[in-house]
């Protein structure tokens, strides 16, 4: 048997993730001076109003090697194999801590998903979906090596506090993106992410700008599946962007919010989307 493992930075749904029996562990959420797990005992709203409250920007810590090692250990002690498509290796040392857990391991692979959110869950879900078709370890390993310089990831930020406030964004750039009320768009690429355009206006009719710009006129995308996130407190954003992206084409459209882990760097109403380029 094939199983599949990940990181929470997936941000997958957990309906999603019972359906296609993906274990996930969960990285670490320091808040308070207190230390969490993402989606174990605290939340996004826990997160956000502390923030707002005063409190510092909550921190996240990777997974350690004892606890990577402890879920290789139990999911092949049946025999089976397990395929662990971890966070992009650029954005946590999720990747480096998985790959040595796995040295003493027989039968466990680590795939740096060069990713993270719903760029990392595509690949997850591809994974999953092909064990279950009964795919032996290697084709799945070869169809993950040609998916992951596939994905198409990107978002669109409300508000830079949280990345201002974890050294991401300096204090000037934040304030006068704040006053212009301009929105950047980031895009994760080659296991990196980068600002590549910003957007003008309230977030509400930025997510659709958003989305136009990122559809508009394209014929080189897989329109077989998007995956859509956001971190706003309701579906009101998600709500505004689904009809243009079945308008677009999309098969399967699935939603999903942002999780803790990346949560902490982009805080509220962050909206964003994933898919396979052809």
């Known amino acids: ?62 997974v350690n090697i004892a606890d990577y090692e402890a879920l290789f250990r139990r999911e092949t002690a049946d025999g089976s194999t397990v395929i662990h498509v971890s966070v992009g290796a650029g954005f946590s040392s999720c990747h480096q801590n998985a790959r040595i857990a796995a040295e003493e391991i027989p039968n466990v692979h680590v795939v740096d998903g060069a990713n993270l959110s719903m760029g990392h869950a595509m690949v997850v879900l591809a994974a999953a979906e092909a064990a279950e078709a009964g795919a032996c370890a ?36 934040a304030l006068g993106a704040n006053l212009l009320k301009l929105h950047p768009c980031i895009d994760l690429a080659d296991g990196r992410m980068g600002v590549t355009r910003k957007f ?41 962007v689904l009809p243009l992206l079945r308008d677009f084409g999309f098969v399967d459209i699935i939603r999903s919010k942002i999780g803790c882990t990346i949560f902490s760097h982009c805080g509220n109403n962050t909206l964003g989307m994933a898919f396979f380029r052809k």
Not at 140 to 163: C, G, Q
Request: proline fraction near 2%; charged fraction near 25%.
């Open 138 to 173: 290697e084709e799945i390993l070869a169809l993950l090596e040609t998916l992951i310089p596939k994905v198409e990831m990107s978002f669109v930020l409300d508000r830079l506090d949280y990345m201002k406030k974890g050294g991401r964004c300096s204090s000037v750039a």
């Open 1 to 62: 048997m094939i199983k599949i493992t990940t990181d929470s930075t997936t941000d997958l749904p957990a309906q999603l993730l019972a359906q296609h029996r993906i274990q996930v562990l969960p990285l670490g959420i320091i808040m308070g001076g207190r230390l969490y797990q993402d989606g174990v005992n605290i939340t996004t709203a826990d997160i956000s109003a502390h923030v707002d409250a005063g409190g510092e920007i909550t921190s996240t810590n990777a």
């Open 200 to 240: 003008r206006g309230s977030i509400g009719k930025v997510v659709t700008d958003y989305v136009r710009d990122r559809l508009d006129g394209r014929t080189d995308i897989d329109t077989s599946r998007c995956i859509l996130v956001d971190s706003a407190a309701d579906d009101s954003l998600a709500d505004r």
